[in-house]
């Protein structure tokens, strides 16, 4: 596993105390346009900050003189038994801000037990993530064709993976104005600025894009189709995100028809749309708001879950969008979530230290979550439910 840590910074690890420690990191090791597409998000930020402002209209409750000498985390999810109650949200292109970034976080999560989504926009080709990472969840966005759908998803399940996580929240492209401002474009445009971008960060470009380059050649798109895309750094090609607009029901409907494995759908924050999901046939959906990045003014995460929840009857919810606490954790899980992904904590970790610090944020987050259930008084993740919330009114207007 060393491989993917060398020149990492994995020294830096003891001054990572928490999951927002990483992106403060991040934020120095990272070149300005690679920094400025992970932390984006659409428009104002209005979604993004209600991500994280949705967990303070809840309290929690907490119960004393409970025996917490053990705390039992470990969770059944589709048939399959994780060590805690969270896992790894899919990210695109990870692997040009972290060394083999999906490899790592693959690898990182299969060693603590937990499972990692491959997003659809990665730069490692599913095969070799799945062949060397261990992981077997898979995130696509839909091609526009039924051929296209057909070929996609015979070359997943040709290599192995059986949980396919359709991404529904992506009709169109997001307004990409602050993508640009920041320098980033997909792919990316080669100028005078992004090489000096990439020259202030030495060891990024030293150990993760030269060593790429050396190592691996040219990042290319590997997994949005079931041929390879075109490459992450292009001055002429333009990236085709066409196709999707006209995308219905009867679609998702084909994919259950073709797909043998568990079906998982991402994007919901309607519980209309969760009650469709359901009907089909999918085993579970993810309420998610795509971190923020796509419309602004949409529900947060946490706000659209309980309603999702009540809307369905027979599959579990996930959750998604804005986690970076084992109480947000917590709270989730009380409102009726069966299972929590983090997205950028984990790329930050991964871009800072590699597996290693993959694998320390895991684990700080478990930590967390361990610590708080002992406080709360609880000693099963499965008995958390609404009676350990207090629900915090907004004050009144003066």
Same mark, same amino acid.
């Given at each position: 596993? @060393?491989?993917?840590?060398i020149?990492?910074?994995?020294?830096?690890?003891?001054?990572?105390?928490?999951?927002?420690?990483?992106?403060?990191?991040?934020?120095?090791?990272?070149?300005?346009?690679?920094?400025?597409?992970?932390?984006?998000?659409?428009?104002?930020?209005?979604?993004?900050?209600?991500? =994280?402002?949705?967990?303070?209209?809840?309290?929690l409750?907490? %119960?004393?003189?409970?025996?917490?000498?053990?705390?039992?985390?470990?969770?059944?999810?589709?048939?399959?038994?994780?060590?805690?109650?969270?896992?790894?949200?899919?990210?695109?292109?990870?692997?040009?801000?972290?060394y083999?970034? *999906?490899?790592?976080?693959?690898?990182?999560?299969?060693?603590?037990?937990?499972?990692?989504?491959?997003?659809?926009?990665?730069?490692?080709?599913?095969?070799?993530?799945?062949?060397v990472?261990?992981? *077997?969840?898979?995130?696509?966005?839909?091609?526009?064709?039924?051929?296209?759908?057909?070929?996609?998803?015979?070359?997943?399940?040709?290599?192995?993976?059986?949980?396919?996580?359709?991404?529904?929240?992506?009709?169109?492209?997001? /307004?990409?104005?602050?993508?640009?401002?920041?320098?980033?474009?997909?792919?990316?445009?080669?100028?005078?600025?992004?090489?000096?971008?990439?020259?202030?960060?030495? $060891?990024?470009?030293?150990?993760?894009?030269?060593?790429?380059?050396?190592?691996?050649?040219?990042?290319?798109?590997?997994?949005?189709?079931?041929?390879?895309?075109?490459?992450?750094?292009?001055?002429?090609?333009? =990236?085709?995100?066409?196709?999707?607009?006209?995308?219905?029901?009867?679609?998702?409907?084909?994919? =259950?028809?073709?797909?043998?494995?568990?079906?998982? &759908?991402?994007?919901i924050? /309607?519980?209309?749309?969760?009650? $469709?999901?359901?009907?089909? @046939?999918?085993?579970?959906?993810?309420?998610?708001?795509?971190? @923020?990045?796509?419309?602004d003014?949409?529900?947060?995460?946490?706000?659209?879950?309980?309603?999702?929840?009540?809307?369905?009857?027979?599959i579990?919810?996930?959750?998604?969008?804005?986690? %970076?606490?084992?109480?947000?954790?917590?709270?989730?899980?009380?409102?009726?979530?069966?299972?929590?992904?983090?997205? $950028?904590?984990?790329?930050?970790?991964?871009? &800072?230290?590699?597996?290693?610090?993959?694998?320390?944020?895991?684990?700080?987050?478990?930590e967390?979550?361990?610590?708080d259930?002992?406080?709360?008084?609880?000693? *099963?993740?499965?008995?958390?439910?609404?009676?350990?919330?207090?629900?915090?009114?907004?004050?009144?207007?003066?």
């Amino acid at each position: 596993m @060393g491989v993917y840590t060398i020149g990492s910074g994995v020294n830096q690890l003891a001054k990572i105390h928490n999951l927002q420690d990483f992106e403060h990191a991040a934020r120095k090791h990272l070149p300005r346009p690679l920094f400025g597409y992970i932390v984006n998000s659409a428009e104002e930020g209005h979604t993004h900050a209600a991500n =994280r402002s949705a967990f303070d209209a809840y309290g929690l409750m907490p %119960r004393a003189m409970v025996d917490v000498s053990s705390i039992a985390l470990e969770t059944e999810l589709l048939g399959t038994h994780y060590q805690a109650p969270f896992g790894i949200a899919p990210m695109g292109i990870s692997a040009l801000s972290a060394y083999r970034g *999906d490899i790592v976080q693959a690898r990182a999560a299969a060693a603590e037990g937990l499972p990692m989504i491959l997003s659809g926009s990665s730069l490692i080709s599913l095969e070799e993530v799945h062949r060397v990472g261990e992981t *077997d969840w898979f995130q696509a966005y839909l091609p526009g064709t039924l051929e296209e759908i057909e070929a996609l998803l015979a070359r997943v399940e040709k290599a192995g993976y059986r949980h396919l996580v359709i991404t529904v929240d992506y009709a169109v492209p997001p /307004n990409s104005d602050n993508n640009r401002k920041s320098g980033f474009s997909s792919p990316l445009r080669p100028s005078l600025r992004l090489a000096f971008d990439g020259i202030m960060r030495p $060891r990024w470009l030293f150990g993760t894009f030269l060593r790429t380059l050396y190592r691996h050649g040219m990042p290319h798109f590997e997994n949005n189709y079931a041929t390879r895309g075109i490459a992450v750094l292009s001055k002429n090609v333009s =990236r085709d995100f066409s196709g999707r607009r006209h995308l219905q029901w009867e679609y998702l409907e084909r994919v =259950r028809a073709l797909w043998p494995g568990k079906l998982i &759908v991402k994007g919901i924050l /309607n519980p209309a749309d969760a009650k $469709r999901v359901e009907a089909l @046939g999918g085993d579970a959906v993810i309420v998610s708001n795509h971190g @923020g990045r796509q419309l602004d003014y949409s529900p947060a995460a946490l706000e659209a879950l309980p309603a999702v929840v009540e809307a369905v009857e027979h599959i579990p919810v996930m959750i998604d969008s804005g986690f %970076r606490r084992g109480t947000d954790v917590i709270k989730a899980l009380a409102l009726g979530a069966r299972f929590v992904f983090i997205g $950028r904590p984990m790329n930050y970790a991964a871009a &800072v230290a590699g597996e290693a610090g993959v694998r320390h944020a895991l684990r700080l987050l478990r930590e967390e979550v361990e610590r708080d259930m002992a406080l709360l008084g609880v000693t *099963d993740i499965h008995h958390l439910g609404r009676e350990h919330l207090i629900e915090r009114r907004a004050p009144a207007p003066r």
